[in-house]
């Protein structure tokens, strides 16, 4: 689906996004680099960024990628070094990077629970804090992808609920913090999402998709091409004055108080 947006919203920007080789990331880096954007892909495995970005060359956008594990702040502050000096600037970051599994907690370990917020609480703080240095300002923006788990209780799935709720409330408060800088922060807050990882784990039978679709006023899940283009606006200058919202992208479902509760297994 091409994007809703006339040609060349981003241009001249540079975005950095983590989680950028695989799933709603990938699109939300694919549609940034559609828009005229340079993009810098975060990833664990430089293999899975390479064949992302060799597809963001073919589509004829620019983008890199460069190896680093969110939870590693050195390591996360020297791709953001690396972006810099291949493209002069970051404008936008995109913090996506994110860890899920569905266990009941009393499941899963002291580490499993530590596993998912390192990766989704601490690397979104992480992200955001190392990159603070770089971004372009005034004008710079700073999206976090978290999820509806952040406000509303879904079982097996605590320790994801938690590390969202902390994303909502982290960037909010940085919104207030980097204002007077300039820097924008937003959390875009998905319900589910068709063809991604997460929904192979939490949904992965076509009766539970079904019924999880069923629960969406909406009657179905977002296509990752929807979240995507909600950050592509968050991202530009229409959004010049908006910080600190967290936009709910998710059909209706959180309205309903319908979730996968009903569904998944008790232990
Ligand atoms: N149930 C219970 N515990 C689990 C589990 C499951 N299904 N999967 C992993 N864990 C536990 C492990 O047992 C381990 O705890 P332990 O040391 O006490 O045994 C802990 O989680 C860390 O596991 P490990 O595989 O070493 O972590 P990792 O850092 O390599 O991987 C995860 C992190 C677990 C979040 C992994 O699922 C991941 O990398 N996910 C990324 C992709 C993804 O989740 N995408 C969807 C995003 S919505």
Same mark, same amino acid.
Request: proline fraction near 4%; hydrophobic fraction near 45%.
């Given at each position: 689906?091409?994007?809703?947006?006339?040609?060349?919203?981003?241009?001249?920007?540079?975005?950095?996004?983590?989680?950028?080789?695989?799933?709603?990331?990938?699109?939300?880096?694919?549609?940034?680099?559609?828009?005229?954007?340079?993009?810098?892909?975060?990833?664990?495995?430089?293999?899975?960024?390479?064949?992302?970005?060799?597809?963001?060359?073919?589509?004829?956008?620019?983008?890199?990628?460069?190896?680093?594990?969110?939870?590693?702040?050195?390591?996360?502050?020297?791709?953001?070094?690396?972006?810099?000096?291949?493209?002069?600037?970051?404008?936008?970051?995109?913090?996506? /990077?994110?860890?899920? &599994?569905?266990?009941?907690? @009393?499941?899963?370990?002291?580490?499993?629970? !530590? $596993?998912? =917020? #390192? +990766?989704?609480?601490?690397?979104?703080?992480?992200?955001?804090?190392?990159?603070?240095?770089?971004?372009?300002?005034?004008?710079?923006?700073?999206?976090?992808?978290? /999820?509806?788990?952040? &406000?509303?209780?879904?079982? @097996?799935?605590?320790?994801?609920?938690?590390? !969202? $709720?902390? =994303? #909502? +409330?982290?960037?909010?408060?940085?919104?207030?913090?980097?204002?007077?800088?300039?820097?924008?922060?937003?959390?875009?807050?998905?319900?589910?999402?068709?063809?991604?990882?997460?929904?192979?784990?939490?949904?992965?039978?076509?009766?539970?998709?079904?019924?999880?679709?069923?629960?969406?006023?909406?009657?179905?899940?977002?296509?990752?091409?929807?979240?995507?283009?909600?950050?592509?606006?968050?991202?530009?200058?229409?959004?010049?004055?908006?910080?600190?919202?967290?936009?709910?992208?998710?059909?209706?479902?959180?309205?309903?108080?319908?979730?996968?509760?009903?569904?998944?297994?008790?232990?």
């Amino acid at each position: 689906m091409s994007s809703v947006f006339r040609d060349g919203l981003l241009n001249g920007k540079v975005a950095f996004v983590t989680g950028g080789g695989s799933g709603i990331c990938l699109r939300v880096a694919e549609r940034f680099a559609e828009q005229g954007a340079k993009v810098a892909l975060v990833g664990r495995t430089q293999e899975k960024l390479d064949g992302a970005v060799a597809g963001i060359h073919r589509a004829g956008g620019e983008a890199s990628g460069f190896a680093a594990d969110v939870r590693n702040y050195e390591a996360l502050a020297g791709a953001l070094q690396k972006t810099r000096e291949r493209y002069g600037a970051i404008d936008v970051v995109l913090c996506g /990077a994110a860890g899920n &599994f569905p266990a009941p907690a @009393l499941g899963m370990s002291a580490n499993g629970f !530590k $596993a998912v =917020i #390192d +990766i989704d609480l601490l690397g979104t703080f992480n992200t955001c804090r190392a990159a603070y240095e770089h971004l372009r300002k005034p004008g710079a923006s700073v999206i976090a992808i978290s /999820a509806t788990h952040g &406000f509303r209780p879904i079982p @097996l799935q605590a320790h994801v609920c938690a590390g !969202k $709720a902390g =994303i #909502d +409330i982290l960037i909010k408060t940085l919104a207030i913090e980097w204002g007077g800088a300039g820097v924008r922060l937003n959390v875009i807050s998905p319900g589910p999402v068709e063809d991604t990882e997460g929904m192979r784990r939490l949904a992965p039978t076509e009766e539970i998709r079904n019924k999880v679709a069923a629960s969406i006023p909406l009657g179905r899940f977002a296509s990752k091409d929807e979240i995507a283009d909600l950050a592509v606006f968050l991202s530009s200058d229409a959004a010049a004055y908006i910080t600190g919202g967290i936009f709910v992208c998710d059909g209706g479902q959180s309205l309903t108080g319908a979730s996968f509760a009903a569904l998944l297994q008790r232990p």
